[in-house]
Nanobody
Framework: QVQLVESGGGLVQAGGSLRLSCAAS????????MGWFRQAPGKEREFVAAVSWSGSSTVYGDSVTGRFTISRDNAKNTLYLQMNSLKPEDTAVYYC?????????????????WGQGTQVTVSS
C-alpha cells in the first residue's frame, strides 16, 4: 500500500502563494487517482481538488477554482497543489489522499489512503 507525506505548509499573508507537495512511497502513484482535502477547526473535511491517474483530468472544489492548481509527477511519485491568491478562509490542515478505482471522486469516504496533513495558515 502507498504511504503519503505532505509538506510545504506554513504561514502566508493573504494574497500570497504556497506550493504543497505530497511524496508517496511503498507504491507508485500512477496506480491511484489523487486528491487534496482540507479541514479547518470545527468544520468537516472539504474537497479541494483531484487529478486522474495520468494527470490529464482535474476537478476542483468551488471555493478554490481559478486559484489552486493540482498536478502530479508520476516519475517523482509526487503530488502537488499550487495555491495562489490565498485567503484567510483557506486556513486549514491540508491532506493528500489516494484512491484506486473511481474517477472523479470528491467524497473523502472514497479515498483509501491518507497523509498526516500539513498546516496552512493565511493571515489577513
Amino acid at each position: 500500500q502507498v504511504q503519503l507525506v505532505e509538506s510545504g505548509g506554513g504561514l502566508v499573508q493573504a494574497g500570497g502563494s504556497l506550493r504543497l507537495s505530497c511524496a508517496a512511497s511503498g507504491d507508485t502513484i500512477s496506480m491511484y487517482a489523487m486528491g487534496w482535502f482540507r479541514q479547518a477547526p470545527g468544520k468537516e473535511r472539504e474537497f479541494v481538488a483531484a487529478v486522474s491517474w495520468s494527470g490529464s483530468s482535474t476537478v476542483y472544489g468551488d471555493s478554490v477554482t481559478g486559484r489552486f492548481t493540482i498536478s502530479r509527477d508520476n516519475a517523482k511519485n509526487t503530488l502537488y497543489l499550487q495555491m495562489n491568491s490565498l485567503k484567510p478562509e483557506d486556513t486549514a490542515v491540508y491532506y493528500c489522499a489516494a484512491e484506486t478505482t473511481l474517477w472523479p471522486v470528491r467524497s473523502s469516504n472514497e479515498y483509501d489512503y491518507w497523509g498526516q496533513g500539513t498546516q496552512v495558515t493565511v493571515s489577513s
